[in-house]
Each structure stands twice: as C-alpha cells, then as structure tokens.
T-cell receptor, first 113, second 113 residues
Framework: KAGVTQTPRYLIKTRGQQVTLSCSPISGHRSVSWYQQTPGQGLQFLFEYFSETQRNKGNFPGRFSGRQFSNSRSEMNVSTLELGDSALYLC????????????FGPGTRLLVL | AQTVTQSQPEMSVQEAETVTLSCTYDTSESDYYLFWYKQPPSRQMILVIRQEAYKQQNATENRFSVNFQKAAKSFSLKISDSQLGDAAMYFCASMDSNYQLIWGAGTKLIIKP
C-alpha cells in the first residue's frame, strides 16, 4: 500500500499570504489528522477529520482551517501568514479514531519570510 | 488535560549496547493508548511501538520493547543491540479521549560507532 503523501514538500511564502497544503491518506483510511512541529513548541495538534467532518480541533487561531473530501484526501489552509507559522506540517492517517495507529506523511516544510 | 514528559533531551549509546528512553504521562482516563515514534533526519515520523493501556503485557517489536508501569504512569522504551540506523529523535505520545496525540518534547538518540 502506498503511504501517506503530502504536497508540496517545501514552500516559501511571505507574511500576509495564504497557503494550502494537501494530504492523501493511506487507501482505506478515513481519519486524517494534522500536526504542527516547531523547535519552540514541539508537536501540536491542529485538527482531525473523519468522514468529511472535523471531529476535533486544537488550540490554534481561526486562520488555520481544513477540510476533507469524499475520497478522504484532506487540505489545510493558513490565511494571513505570520512569521511564527514557519514550521513542519505533518499529516497522519488512520483506519478510525479509537486508539488506532496514526501513520505519518513526510511533512510539508513551510517558511514564512 | 493530558501531558507527556520526556526528561532526557539527549541520550547516547555505543553501537550494539542497550539504551532506555524515559517517558511519563499524566491522564485521568482509564482507557488510553501510548506510542513511541521515531523521527530520523528525513523528518518522517515512524511508529516504533504501540501500547494499549488496558493490556498489562508490555509491547515488543523486535529489538524494541517497553516497560509500561500503569500505576506510576511510566512508559519507557528499551532499544537492544543499538544500530547506527536507530539514531533519531524519539517521541513518546499518548492518545486522549478526543483521539488526538499528545506529544512529549522528544529525546535525541545518538549512536556511537
């Protein structure tokens, strides 16, 4: 089975711009979670989607949003980018939510200038 | 809220020796799951081992095993016969009732040849 894929792998944006990141889960996985990884804050949960519905959201401002499509692919969007949004954004998929292992993609490295 | 603590920012071990990485967690829930993930320089997050809290038996995956002490809320990872390819950041994580992963700060493992 193909693993979780994320596009693009690298991205450079300037403050005030917006960005959309994409994640394709492992075939058959319906739950997709997003995490932000920074040197200062470590790994933090952004949100989780299951069957096209956002089931859970972390403590991030409304500038961070996401969605999931009927084929379970997910996108996350960050509007009005700030320097502090520079991070590695990781997507993970799992079969369902309860205790299942989350399998991660390679991440998208976002640099905001 | 759940918390996960990794008190060792960095550990080093001689190749072929055994090393133990520490992790403690805090939760008020009775049903939860614990994970160790490895993140090599490629930044791909890879599952090492998973433990279901209701199972008393410690999980094992080849050279990797855990010492799960539920009463003490401790979940340490033992790596036997350390190999150069084991060099990575190791993250301990718990899955809460909202099924999001709560992460520790990570331990950098250095393997000395």
């Amino acid at each position: 089975k193909a693993g979780v894929t994320q596009t693009p792998r690298y991205l450079i944006k300037t403050r005030g711009q917006q960005v959309t990141l994409s994640c394709s889960p492992i075939s058959g996985h319906r739950s997709v979670s997003w995490y932000q990884q920074t040197p200062g804050q470590g790994l933090q949960f952004l949100f989780e989607y299951f069957s096209e519905t956002q089931r859970n959201k972390g403590n991030f401002p409304g500038r961070f949003s996401g969605r999931q499509f009927s084929n379970s692919r997910s996108e996350m969007n960050v509007s009005t980018l700030e320097l502090g949004d520079s991070a590695l954004y990781l997507c993970a998929s799992s079969l369902d939510r309860r205790g299942e292992t989350q399998y991660f993609g390679p991440g998208t490295r976002l640099l905001v200038l | 809220a759940q918390t996960v603590t990794q008190s060792q920012p960095e550990m080093s071990v001689q190749e072929a020796e055994t090393v133990t990485l520490s992790c403690t967690y805090d939760t008020s829930e009775s049903d939860y799951y614990l994970f160790w993930y490895k993140q090599p320089p490629s930044r791909q997050m890879i599952l090492v081992i998973r433990q279901e809290a209701y199972k008393q038996q410690n999980a094992t995956e080849n050279r990797f095993s855990v010492n799960f002490q539920k009463a003490a809320k401790s979940f340490s990872l033992k790596i036997s016969d350390s190999q150069l390819g084991d060099a990575a950041m190791y993250f301990c994580a718990s899955m809460d009732s909202n099924y999001q992963l709560i992460w520790g700060a990570g331990t950098k493992l250095i393997i000395k040849p």
